[in-house]
């Protein structure tokens, strides 16, 4: 269903006959996501907060280049667009929102003065202003309010809700971003910290990743932070930013939180030299948070309460997050069918960290799942390979059958094939896009195997894997 929101720019004596590419990319599991005919390079995304009502205000330039010739072309963007201009002309613009049958979003369509030649260069400024916290579809609102602020993070959206861009994984880009807020609040983003001014009782503070990322993985965060740097043993640069007030968890969650150089080193180890410039992480008085985001995970003191329930420690949400700054931010799923390749690499990390700091063994993890999984239970009807839709997407599949396939492959193929995949994986595949046929056809080339049944029985079959030794399984 489309509602109409908004409709502004200038009229173009151009005529237009190309046609557009139409809404989303078509991505198997949510279709509206994103936008054809463009890739992104780079956004600079500046942005002020007011915290007294809740106002965003922000202008944002995206330099991009043309994948087809164009006539128009969508943003993904849920607050209201005051201005658009494409290469410095004033464009026209409409705003809509997509709504049912379970796919939603807000979309910004721009038609340029001019048309958009294919391969060519262009660079789109949108000037818009909302309060983000107001603005939920069909349930969706990736803004939360804190007692001293806001923070910006989901998935898989939350862009939408504070900065114009083409939302999805497939479309990663570097970021510059200026976050102005009253200077008694701290504004924390993605990367490292450039520079800092006060003007006014106005503080802006911009951060810088080179990186491509996907945009999911950008956040934004005011409040009341203690901010807290330093390096890894190996040298990797650390910025923590922690709330004053996190929460009843909030001491045990910093203690946690702050030993995220030793992960990283360990992390190291395992896949391969860190993906970024700056490492740390994000103790957020927001109380439900956990997410990858890029360079700095954010997390909320509720993952260290007695309430929280999960089936490793709480300490592995640290080690889960930064896993994935390889697995999901670094070396990313082309779409949302292939969720397993961030979430179940993820987890299998955990399991390789219990193992090694004296802890139950990845063997013992995957009989503990083998036996909380039985055959017939609803897990095994997924297709962890290419998932089909969004109740696929969300029944934790993705994370127990996958991290179960890894460490069946490990079984398979021994520790040093193994091992030798998946740091090949990470260096072959590094700020790209990646799919399951990729991993593997890279599986069975480094081992020299046919790996044809073993990847049917555990990514694609809906039902358990036979307990066989070419399964993974060993026997008795």
Not at 130 to 136: A, D, I, R, V
Not at 164 to 176: F, M
Not at 210 to 230: C, D, E, K, L, S
Not at 329 to 356: C, H, I, K, M, N
């Amino acid at each position: 269903m489309f509602s109409w929101l908004a409709y502004g720019g200038v009229s173009s004596a151009v005529v237009l006959a190309l046609l557009p590419s139409p809404a989303g990319v078509g991505d198997p599991v949510f279709p509206s996501y994103g936008n054809n005919g463009y890739q992104a390079r780079h956004y600079a995304i500046d942005v002020t907060y007011r915290p007294a009502d809740g106002l965003l205000t922000g202008v944002t330039a995206i330099q991009a280049y043309a994948t087809e010739s164009l006539s128009r072309f969508d943003l993904d963007l849920v607050l209201t667009a005051t201005s658009v201009t494409v290469d410095g002309q004033p464009a026209r613009f409409r705003q809509y929102v997509i709504s049912g049958n379970g796919q939603h979003g807000g979309k910004l369509e721009v038609t340029p003065a001019r048309s958009i030649r294919r391969h060519a260069a262009m660079t789109v400024v949108v000037r818009y202003a909302g309060t983000p916290e107001k603005l939920t579809i069909d349930g969706t609102n990736p803004w939360y309010r804190t007692p001293s602020g806001a923070v910006v993070e989901g998935a898989p959206e939350a862009a939408a809700w504070w900065f114009p861009s083409n939302d999805h994984l497939g479309d990663k880009a570097d970021y510059s971003v200026s976050l102005t807020a009253p200077s008694d609040l701290v504004g924390v983003s993605t990367g490292s910290l450039v520079s800092q001014r006060t003007t006014n009782g106005w503080t802006t503070r911009r951060w810088r990743e080179t990186a491509p990322i996907a945009t999911y993985q950008v956040f934004a965060a005011f409040g009341n932070y203690r901010i807290i740097t330093g390096h890894s043993a190996t040298g990797i640069p650390l910025m923590y930013a922690i709330s004053a007030n996190p929460g009843p968890g909030g001491e045990a969650a910093k203690r946690d939180i702050l030993h995220t150089g030793d992960v990283l080193d360990w992390l190291v180890r395992q896949w391969g030299p860190y993906p970024y410039a700056s490492g740390g992480g994000v103790l957020t008085d927001n109380t439900w948070a956990g997410l990858e985001t890029a360079t700095h995970p954010i997390y909320g003191d509720y993952v260290w309460t007695d309430k929280f329930k999960k089936p490793f420690p709480q300490w592995n949400v640290v080690v889960h997050e930064n896993a994935h700054q390889w697995f999901g931010d670094s070396v990313t799923p082309a779409d949302w069918r292939y969720f397993w390749l961030s979430e179940g690499f993820a987890t299998y990390s955990e399991w390789l960290w219990s193992e090694q700091h004296g802890n139950d063994s990845a063997a013992t993890a995957f009989a503990q799942m083998w036996s909380r999984f039985p055959a017939g239970s609803p897990l095994w009807t997924i297709h962890i390979g290419a998932l089909r839709d969004y109740p696929e997407w969300a029944s934790g599949a993705a994370y127990f059958r996958g991290a179960m396939a890894l460490q069946a492959l490990r079984v398979r193929l021994g520790d040093a094939t193994f091992f030798r995949l998946m740091r090949g994986w990470v260096a072959l595949h590094r700020n790209g896009n990646v799919t399951t046929t990729q991993f593997t056809t890279l599986a069975e080339r480094i081992s020299g195997q046919d790996l044809t049944g073993f990847f049917q029985a555990w990514l694609y079959t809906p039902r358990r894997p036979d307990p066989t030794p070419e399964n993974g399984i060993p026997v008795g």
